[in-house]
């Protein structure tokens, strides 16, 4: 089926989730993915869409601009190739980076910069400067060839030449500590887990 | 995408507040090795070691590496070893101590224990010579841990067998003089001993426990102290029962990560993974305390009337996070007041706020008891065996474990300093009073009964 990205930006109004929707609703699209967040009081949401045919984008633009005017909305609309786009970091683990330090111009051009040298893709990220101070919290997928130790030993040494401190922990770390379901092991030790001692 | 507070709050328990693994001990069954032949009775029990724990250290390293939690020490525990060496002579006991010493260097950990005799009803020939051999091997080895079940609920009090302590106690002090009388600070003498407890001194592999299990022992004191000051930073009104919630939310987390780091660990050596002790275990180094929470939630003089109300209140909100983090708790799980090992605690033993009696009401509320006491060398055996008796009681008639590790420190008063050095610490020399006084109540020896199991007030 026929799949298009949108997104929407505008300072934050209530009512703005209603209108975007109800325009893709009455186009005849079905809303497969959405994520929404309001960024220092603006508001921007991006929509994974499928419509039963193929859409015009610059025509389904117009129709959510049209229909939330009184919200000022940018909108962009991109169509999803149908080949199957293979996933950047295959089959990678995923793990938490922390960024703490002084807010510099820069800053997370140079840690995405570094990042993307040692082929880790960014999957989730908020940063944010409250005064003086930078915090970035980011998901990100490591390949197979880069072990967190050395990961972690080169965003050490990379953020003291920057004023800045980095973290890499494993994701179960923090599913552990948040969520009340039972515990559970990475994927890699089963890989690497066989039992090696002989009953 | 996880919440940016909760990212934050999880890594500041290990990147301020010192929250590692403390130990992930692999407890391995050795009744398979025995054999009446000394010679074949050593070789089994290090290929069977070798065959477990051969890659334990490596394994540890990967999920250390992985997970970005410090493991901090990596151990082994055995079949109480008079169980395992039981046809050996006294001298056969210590040929096995060096034979599990020299194994446990080689595969990289640094404390092996088991060395353990269970005597609470009574002894046998083996379980005595085992005791015998003690003063050579906690003289003579670096890394054999012992331990002694002298006592349970449902057996009573064996009073030959701490009556025997106390000279093993004398006698290794002596050996070991030139550290203090280090050599007792590897030795715990147990009532109602768990079997599953990854500790030391005191960690044996049980009854009751597969061929091989790995359990973990967390510890997060500075985390839970952390966790009590910001608390009152942003409520300093909160009452007592705000902050027991705030501890137990703390033990679930610490808990949990123990537990992950533990079935990763298992998981990778292929065996089965078997509990985590959530047990507040302090090192010397200051902000890794149970003295300093007791501090934070108010108790500023330790020893002070409160501290034992504090400490039964930190130990019960510890015991409820991590059961509910968790349903594969054990081994001690409390909060431990070894005093050499806690510079907040030692700090009250120098001042004199904190006495040999206070501590000995506070250990009826948590665990483990009189742990890591320094006492003067001329302290006589009975009234070290009745000083463990006294503790030992306070467990029978609980229904908890109790222990005592104490330190009679040859040459050395009340008031002298004995120092052990690394996570062993240091403390000032705490008086017995009225020492002497009970020595012939020792000397009746035989049995002290099992105590009534009702009509409990």
Same mark, same amino acid.
């Given at each position: ?199 | ?123 046998? !020939? ?62 715990? &003498? ?37 966790? &009590? ?41 292929? @065996?089965?993974?078997?509990? @985590? ?59 431990? &007041? ?10 009250? @033993?120098?001042?004199? !706020? ?23 060398? !001329? ?36 008031? !002298? ?41």
């Amino acid at each position: 089926m026929p799949t298009y990205i949108v997104t929407v930006t505008a300072a934050d109004a209530v009512g703005i989730v209603n209108s975007v929707t109800g325009t893709i609703f009455r186009q005849g699209g079905n809303v497969i993915e959405l994520s929404q967040t309001v960024l220092r009081d603006f508001f921007t949401i991006i929509l994974a869409v499928e419509f039963p045919e193929a859409k015009n984008t610059r025509t389904l633009a117009a129709a959510v601009i049209a229909e939330g005017s009184r919200f000022d909305l940018t909108v962009a609309v991109i169509e999803v190739p149908v080949e199957a786009v293979p996933p950047p970091v295959a089959d990678g683990e995923r793990f938490i980076l922390t960024v703490l330090g002084n807010d510099h111009p820069g800053n997370i051009h140079r840690i995405a910069g570094r990042l993307s040298q040692r082929g880790v893709n960014i999957v989730d990220l908020h940063a944010r400067a409250d005064g003086p101070r930078f915090s970035l919290v980011t998901e990100v997928f490591l390949p197979h060839d880069l072990s967190p130790r050395e990961l972690r030993a080169d965003l050490e040494e990379f953020g003291r030449e920057l004023g800045l401190e980095c973290f890499v922990q494993h994701e179960n770390i923090f599913l552990a500590t948040t969520e009340p379901s039972p515990v559970r092991v990475g994927a890699s030790s089963s890989r690497e887990g066989a039992a090696v001692v002989p009953h | 995408m996880y919440r940016t507070e909760d990212v934050l709050s999880t890594l500041g328990m290990v990147r301020q507040h010192k929250l590692d693994v403390r130990t992930v001990t692999m407890g391995i069954d050795l009744l398979p090795c025995a054999s009446p032949d000394l010679g074949t009775l050593q070789l089994r029990i290090r290929e069977r070691l070798l065959r477990f724990a051969g890659r334990l250290r490596a394994v540890c390293e990967e999920v250390e590496s992985r997970y970005g939690i410090p493991i901090v020490n990596r151990r082994i525990a055995v079949t109480p070893i008079a169980r395992v060496a039981a046809s050996q002579s006294a001298e056969g006991y210590l040929a096995v101590a060096k034979t599990l010493d020299e194994v446990a260097g080689e595969v990289g950990v640094d404390l092996v224990g088991g060395f353990t005799a269970l005597v609470q009803k009574g002894w046998t !020939d083996g379980d005595r010579r085992l005791i015998s051999a003690l003063p050579d091997v906690l003289s003579t080895t670096k890394r054999v841990c012992s331990s002694v079940n002298v006592g349970t609920t449902a057996a009573g009090i064996n009073m030959d067998a701490i009556l025997a302590i106390g000279h093993v106690l004398k006698q290794t002090a002596e050996r070991t003089a030139d550290h203090d009388g280090f050599g007792c600070a590897k030795l715990v &003498v147990f009532a109602n001993a768990p079997t599953d407890n990854p500790f030391m001194a005191g960690a044996f592999h049980g009854e009751g426990e597969a061929d091989c299990a790995v359990n973990i022992g967390v510890s997060g004191p500075g985390v839970v102290k952390a966790a &009590v000051e910001d608390l009152l930073t942003v409520n300093p009104k909160a009452t007592l029962g705000e902050i027991a919630e705030e501890i137990k939310s703390t033990a679930f987390r610490v808990t949990r990560v123990g537990e992950l780091i533990g079935r990763e660990v298992a998981s990778r050596l292929g @065996v089965a993974f078997g509990i @985590v002790d959530l047990s507040l275990a302090p090192t010397p180094q200051v902000g890794d305390s149970v003295g300093e929470i007791l501090q934070a939630m108010g108790v500023v003089r330790l020893g002070a009337p409160g501290s034992t109300a504090a400490l039964a209140m930190l130990n019960d909100a510890v015991k409820k996070g991590g059961s509910f983090a968790s349903s594969s708790v054990g081994g001690l799980s409390g909060a431990f &007041v070894a005093v050499s090992e806690d510079s907040a605690l030692a700090e009250a @033993v120098e001042r004199g !706020d904190l006495t040999l009696a206070k501590l000995e009401a506070m250990t009826a509320v948590c665990s483990v008891g009189l742990d890591m006491i320094a006492v003067p060398g !001329d302290t006589d055996a009975e009234t070290l065996a009745a000083l463990i008796a006294d503790e030992v009681s306070i467990g029978v008639i609980n229904h908890k474990t109790t222990a005592v590790r104490v330190i009679p420190v040859p040459g050395k008063r009340a008031g !002298d300093r004995a120092v052990f050095g690394g996570l062993f610490g240091e403390m000032v020399i705490l008086p017995i009073h009225a020492a002497s006084g009970s020595a012939a109540f020792v000397h009746h020896g035989g049995r002290i009964p099992a105590p009534l199991s009702s009509l409990r007030n």
